[in-house]
């Protein structure tokens, strides 16, 4: 929900008949988006009528929860159910089954702390972001993940490799779409870099 970019890219990468799942957290949408991705669940299967629990398994499909952190309290909740319980009760009485998804999240926790350390063995900064996540979220929910996976800050050489594949793609894009050929040289990568490049932020500027 209103993270189409993201939500393409894994709907690219999900197998055949398989949902792709994006969940924006930000503060003032969290709650408003959570009531909509529930409400908007659909059965994988039909429910048997003498299916006491009333439950719906949600179509097999990944996940995106993108910046957990910044959640409201209500998703949290919602959160530890889906990957500990693997079951959602709502108020309506409807019980959703999570069998058959897989939950990645991100998270922008410890990011400043890797920035104002980042002379030091990287193996060290990523025990430093882990135990910076074991005080922010709760021990049960960490404990279902499988794994954690810590970025190194972005740099000007990586910058530039996703610069020239996002010109790549719009290439492709206006050639397909809209029969248009377009190209580009290295001093248009040297100017959007001059003007996006962020170690802070990462790509996102750019």
Not at 25 to 34: D, G, I
Not at 126 to 151: C, D, G, N, S
Request: a neutral charge.
């Amino acid at each position: 929900f209103e993270r189409p970019r993201a939500l393409y890219s894994l709907h690219r990468s999900c197998p055949p008949m398989a949902v792709a799942v994006a969940l924006n957290l930000r503060p003032s949408a969290c709650h408003r988006n959570c009531s909509k991705l529930f409400a908007a669940v659909k059965p994988a299967l039909p429910v048997p009528k003498d299916n006491a629990l009333n439950a719906v398994r949600v179509p097999k499909g990944v996940w995106l929860f993108d910046e957990i952190e910044k959640g409201c309290p209500e998703f949290k909740n919602l959160l530890i159910q889906i990957i500990y319980e693997s079951q959602v009760t709502l108020a309506s009485g409807r019980t959703l089954d999570f069998s058959d998804i897989y939950v990645i999240a991100t998270s922008n926790l410890g990011s400043r702390e890797i920035l104002e350390r980042n002379h030091l063995p990287f193996e060290s900064l990523e025990q430093h972001v882990v135990t910076v996540m074991e005080k922010w979220f709760l021990p049960e929910l960490l404990a279902r993940f499988e794994a954690f996976i810590v970025f190194r800050p972005l740099d000007w050489d990586t910058q530039e490799e996703i610069t020239r594949k996002r010109l790549d793609e719009l290439v492709v894009w206006h050639r397909e779409r809209h029969q248009r050929i377009i190209t580009y040289d290295g001093e248009v990568v040297e100017f959007l870099l001059a003007k996006g490049f962020s170690p802070r932020y990462g790509a996102h500027s750019l």
